[in-house]
């Protein structure tokens, strides 16, 4: 089934531990994206990469890293998690050659830093 | 600085209709988008708008006024399952989308 894939789905994990969350897809996209969301809040870029090979900060990359190698994967990686970073986590990709540059969202990882 | 506002919460019946409002200010404008989340899932597509007027797909319509910096999502025909969370967002001049912190549909039989 075309879409993006998330691991893990939930993770608990201890301030100060270094975590990587991955993103796979399968449709070709040439963009990737993280974004964060939080409650009452929009959801806030992370990080994106428009090509592979490149990558770019978004609006809240602090505490964040991420690594485009090839077309398919995008991990985003908290080098030393903090609790500030509990959230819920949403890789989406598109095809930003298109005019609307549409979206489509893996179904999130949710992870809580104690 | 940019900004998107929509209701926080907003209650329907079974059967009818509903609209839910989006305004927006950004620094320039590329489209505007509106996704559909469940509690619990991803956002999914639903409708963009670039050029000014309505937009309809189904029992869905979304209507945009560049000028006035506003928008709406139409739903008709309300069915329980589109009990769900309505994220707006604007693609600003450098083509990055700002997100609304969506508008959450409680449907009532």
């Known amino acids: 089934i075309a879409g993006i894939t998330q691991a893990p789905t939930s993770q608990i994990l201890a301030a100060g531990r270094r975590m990587t969350l991955r993103c796979t897809q399968d449709?070709?996209?040439?963009?990737m994206y993280w974004y964060r969301q939080d409650l009452g809040l929009g959801l806030r870029l992370i990080h994106y990469?428009?090509?592979?090979?490149?990558?770019g900060k978004g609006e809240v990359p602090d505490g964040y890293s991420v690594s485009r190698a090839n077309t398919d994967d995008f991990p985003l990686t908290l080098a030393s998690a903090v609790p500030s970073q509990t959230s819920v986590y949403f890789c989406?990709?598109?095809?930003?050659?298109?005019?609307?540059?549409?979206?489509?969202f893996g179904a999130g990882s949710r992870l809580t830093v104690l | 600085g940019q900004n998107i506002d929509q209701p926080t919460e907003m209650t329907a019946t079974e059967g009818a209709i509903v609209q839910i409002n989006c305004t927006y200010q950004?620094?320039?404008?590329?489209?505007l988008f509106w996704y559909q989340q469940h509690a619990g899932e991803a956002p999914t597509f639903l409708s963009y708008?670039?050029l000014d007027g309505l937009e309809e797909k189904g029992r869905f319509s979304s209507f945009l006024s560049r000028s006035k910096g506003y928008s709406y999502l139409l739903l008709k025909e309300l069915q329980m399952k589109d009990s769900a969370s309505y994220l707006c967002?604007?693609?600003?001049?450098?083509?990055?989308?700002?997100w609304g912190a969506g508008t959450k549909l409680i449907i009532k039989p």
């Open positions: 989406a990709s598109s095809d930003s050659k298109t005019g609307a540059n549409v979206l489509t």
């Open positions: 449709m070709r996209h040439n963009a």
């Open positions: 990469s428009n090509t592979a090979g490149t990558t």
């Open positions: 950004t620094s320039g404008f590329n489209g």
């Open positions: 708008n670039v």
């Open positions: 967002a604007v693609r600003d001049s450098n083509y990055q989308l700002i």
